[in-house]
């Protein structure tokens, strides 16, 4: 009688036990799918060619194998109606960490859509055979404890959220590689049209394997997003936008690019410059110039902000050094900022690597 008992006591256990696996275990997407799962929304995207599966898991986590695809997309994150600015929604943040384990191209990152303007969006944590975008940094946001570089490129006649169009990408590529961690997704946002990219209504943000020409698995075991709360800022709450040198517009009769001791500019002569516009929220920020001298002679360049002298950043020899002006105040929207030689008497040039704002 204790036999069958115990018997019976096993079999009801085990009854139990593959009830909890079914609540707990999902069919695995394969073809293309947008849905609402556990609180997050997600979608499985992907053209012609290969093949691709996704396991939706709690919350926002999940898996993901692709196998000689031309392109597939696995997410999951938060989808909106298209009525509001990131500004309306509040700060966006993902903590997240995936076992990442691409075999070609391939791209880990925090991926989304605005309308009005159409824009398609990357923040790239990690990524396969190839760093993308392949195009020239606009400039960088150090955020997160890394540096990202920042691109903006342009697709023509291409597959999007409204159908075939042609549309901007922005990009933000960490410089070194990593699988896990907090991205303060607004503070990009920020960044992007700090330097003249708009952003539009969002449509979505989320957690994002994309293959490209390739094959690969991945395990995202932790996707939270959070919205609302206050930003993250750079390293040390401080957000900082990077601006290269050679990246900005050139005048003057004898400006340009130097590859020593750093790739930049060379201002050479009075009314040598460079300068670009730049969208401010604030009206006041501190400036930081990296620069040299090209000998020991007093090198000095001139900051504009809308047509206004708002200092001078002075270099005293050839090390490379960075100067900084503290709580200049200047217009808001978008501005030209210039920085020009204006005190050049024949002793010396300006060699000029990247300005931050901080």
């Known amino acids: 009688m204790k036999q069958t008992t115990k018997v019976l006591f096993v079999g009801i256990l085990f009854c139990f036990a593959l009830i909890l696996s079914a609540v707990s275990v999902y069919a695995a997407i394969t073809s293309n799918e947008i849905g609402t799962h556990d609180g997050y929304d997600y979608e499985f995207w992907k053209d012609s060619g290969g093949s691709g599966s996704m396991t939706l898991n709690s919350g926002g986590t999940f898996s993901a194998e692709w196998n000689n695809v031309n392109n597939i997309l696995f997410r999951k994150g938060r989808k909106f109606d298209e009525t509001q600015t990131h500004q309306q929604i509040g700060n966006l943040s993902i903590n997240y960490g995936a076992n990442y384990q691409p075999n070609g191209n391939s791209y880990l990152a925090v991926y989304g859509w605005t309308v009005d ?56 590529v960490r410089r070194t590689k990593r699988t896990s961690g907090t991205i303060s997704v607004s503070e ?88 670009y516009t730049q969208y401010f929220a604030n009206d006041t920020h501190n400036f930081s110039l990296r620069g040299a001298s090209n000998n020991s002679n007093m090198a000095r360049v001139d900051l504009r902000i809308g047509g206004e002298t708002k200092g001078t950043f002075y270099f005293g020899g050839s090390h490379p050094a960075v100067y900084t002006i503290n709580n200049v105040r200047h217009g808001i929207g978008n501005q030209e900022i210039e920085l020009i030689v204006t005190a050049d008497d024949g002793t010396w040039d300006a060699f000029v690597d990247y300005l931050e704002i901080h």
């Open 117 to 172: 303007p159409l824009v398609e969006y990357y923040i790239v944590d990690s990524w396969g055979s190839w760093r993308p975008p392949g195009s020239t940094a606009k400039g960088t946001i150090n955020i997160d404890g890394g540096t990202y570089d920042i691109y903006e490129t342009t697709r023509v006649n291409e597959p999007s959220i409204k159908g075939n169009a042609t549309f901007q990408q922005y990009w933000s």
């Open 188 to 275: 990009h946002f920020k960044a992007w049209e700090n330097l003249g990219m708009p952003m539009g209504k969002m449509y979505e943000v989320a957690l994002t394997i994309e293959g490209y020409q390739s094959s690969g698995n991945a395990n995202v075991y932790r996707n939270t997003l959070t919205i609302g709360g206050g930003g993250s800022g750079g390293e040390n709450g401080d957000q900082v936008t990077r601006v290269e040198a050679e990246s900005m517009i050139k005048s003057g009769q004898y400006t340009g690019n130097i590859s020593s001791p750093f790739n930049g500019v060379a201002l050479y002569a009075n009314n040598d410059s460079i300068k």
